[in-house]
């Protein structure tokens, strides 16, 4: 079970990703942000955000038009 959970259901790009940011800043090193998201293009923009952030992507599934990340804050 991830340490927090952001609900970014309804909101369109770039809105997940920057909530998800803030979120990300708030907690320490080691701890996990789940974010529940339903713009489809949330799966490449998580992607690319972890890889220039260097946050790791521990999990990713989606479930009807939900899609769900698990980011570990590493940075």
Known sequence: MADQVLDAKGLNCPLPILRAK???K???TGAT???LATD???VADFAAFC???GNEMVEQSQEGKVFRFVIKHVT
């Open 22 to 24: 803030k979120a990300l």
């Open 51 to 53: 890889r220039t952030t």
């Open 26 to 28: 708030e907690l320490p």
């Open 33 to 35: 942000l789940e974010v």
């Open 40 to 42: 489809p293009g949330a």
